[in-house]
């Protein structure tokens, strides 16, 4: 479970009609930030339930109103009966099975599920999104499972197990990861169960907001991620005797892709006034030409940086969105639609997927290099100080091939895997949600084969000793030997590995190498 600080800590969230940003879902979600609802919010969301009010009242059947729900919209419910359709609905829906997925990932949902309901397009009450700011106040976090979505109708296991929370019913965490009751918890807290009217079921769990919000963290942590392995890479160039002369601007213009630009921008700056590089410049160098792994670094770095503005285009636009079905209409109407589909984010999901393996396998690629002593111009086998004796970095790599096998496994797409529920009424579906899990552990897998692509650099820049690095690269090896030995004798390096993926998460990386150079992106 991530932990979650302090609300007091961050400042507040104001939710209204208008959308979140990403830095807002990244704030309450991890960092524990406190929500509150605009005046403006509260004056829609009133509007549009007298709406909803009214026509519960009308003797016609309205969907999701006063009739059933999917399959079962044909059949009317009298009034009496409707508050136990509502209850019936969240209770029946919450059937999640498989591990509680991570505290940040159902703060997500339920922040985007909230700003939904801001939007004054669902018909709930306001007292309805007023105790649902307060479980996430409260730090008050549905046990949310593994599996229960398939992406279309919304996220709905995901949201229903929220929604029961707001019922008092079923398990949750509290601020310090205690599991209870959902009742149990908001007693403690002084917020009160809801008991749920027309319409407020479906409001509840009709949204991608699963998704969406696994897909707003992943942009947050690939933005840095990539940046990384662009100093990786450089880190990689220059340990291994390679030119920096490729990443000039002039070249990068010739191919006028943004995210090239980028990359190879940051790897310019990186090199720059690099001793070891300059101890090769002159004519006695007979190399031609370096490895793709490293002549390409902007290439295909920087389509990594395209599919993440491509898939940020995506995450804006779903951010922006009032998803639910049936919905309010600016003009009164109550009308069905199929906005719920996650097919937009499930595609950009899977496309980042697939630009998270491919990085993986460069950086890989890049780490076998410097441990083979044909490849990486004078260093000892695999970096060992006594080759044969020890080991050196042999098997790090070896876990590097594993993590980016695996990925190239993730990075098969969920969306084409449509499979039809719901009697047939729900007969395509996006498996959005599958495919952000999956991109999560991808994530996860990237951060570690970059750890061992600078771990192993490190190593190898300590090698060419006398010669020294770059102010960039030299900053982020010197970093890495705070926590992280030099060469010597085999040693155990899980924890090493480990040390240095932390250091990647928290920020400690780019922070040193934006440190020597300012500007990187």
């Known amino acids: 479970m991530t932990t979650i600080p302090a609300p007091e800590t961050r400042a507040p969230v104001e939710l209204g009609i208008g959308p979140l940003t990403m830095d807002d879902v990244v704030a309450v979600a991890r960092h524990g930030a406190r929500i509150e609802i605009s005046p403006t919010a509260l004056t829609a969301i009133t509007q549009s339930r007298a709406v909803i009010a009214a026509l519960a009242e009308d003797a016609e059947p309205h969907y999701g109103i006063s009739t059933g729900f999917g399959a079962l919209a044909t059949t009317f419910i009298p009034l009496e009966a ?55 106040n409260a730090q008050i976090t549905p046990v949310v499972h593994e599996y229960g979505s398939l992406g279309c109708s919304g996220d709905l296991a995901p949201l229903a197990h929220c929604a029961l929370a707001l019922m008092g019913e079923g398990p949750v965490t509290d601020a310090d990861g205690n599991t209870m009751t959902a009742g149990q918890a908001m007693a403690v807290a002084g917020i009160e169960p809801l008991h749920l009217v027309e319409k407020e079921g479906l409001a509840l769990i009709n949204g991608t907001d699963g998704m969406l919000g696994m897909l707003v963290l992943a942009l947050h942590d690939l933005t840095g991620l990539v940046t990384v392995a662009d100093l990786s890479a450089a880190m990689s160039v220059e340990a291994l005797m390679g030119t920096d002369a490729v990443f000039a601007a002039d070249l990068a213009r010739l191919r006028p892709h943004p995210g090239q630009q980028s990359s190879a921008a940051n790897l310019r700056a990186l090199l720059e006034d690099s001793p070891i590089i300059d101890s090769h410049r002159g004519p006695e160098c007979t190399r031609v030409q370096d ?121 098969a797409p969920a969306s084409v895997d449509s499979i039809p529920s719901s009697a047939m009424q729900e007969d395509h579906v996006s498996m959005g949600w599958h495919a952000a899990r999956k991109l999560r552990k991808a994530v996860d897998g990237l951060r570690d084969v970059l750890a061992i692509e600078l771990m192993t650099a490190a190593r190898s820049l300590d090698l060419r000793a006398p010669l020294q690095p770059a102010r960039g690269t030299g900053a982020v090896r010197d970093l890495l030997r705070t926590g992280v030995e030099g060469p010597g004798p085999d040693r155990f390096l899980a924890p090493e590995i480990g040390w240095v993926s932390a250091a990647i998460r928290s920020g400690a990386v780019l922070e040193a190498a934006r440190g020597a150079v300012p500007g990187l992106h």
């Open 82 to 136: 409707r508050a136990q359709l509502q209850a019936g609905l969240i209770r029946s829906h919450a059937a999640g099975a498989g591990p509680a997925v991570e505290t940040e990932v159902v703060r997500a949902l339920m922040l985007q599920r909230l700003s939904t309901m801001a939007t004054g397009r669902t018909g709930v009450r306001p007292e309805t999104a007023q105790t649902y700011a307060a479980l996430l």
């Open 291 to 411: 490895a793709y792994s490293l002549r390409c670094a902007p290439q295909v770095h920087g389509a990594v940086r395209d599919t993440l503005e491509h898939a940020r285009l995506v995450a804006l636009r779903e951010l922006t969105s009032a998803i639910d079905n049936p919905v309010v209409t600016h003009d009164g109407r109550v009308e069905s639609n199929g906005n719920f589909h996650g097919a937009p984010v499930a595609y950009a999901l899977d496309f980042l997927a697939i630009a998270v393996a491919d990085l993986a396998s460069m950086s890989e690629r890049r780490t076998d290099r410097h441990l083979d002593a044909r490849r990486n111009d004078g260093l000892p086998p695999f970096l060992a100080q006594t080759p044969g004796v020890d080991s050196g970095l042999m098997i790090a790599q070896y876990t590097a091939a594993g993590i980016v096998s695996e990925l190239k496994r993730l990075a």
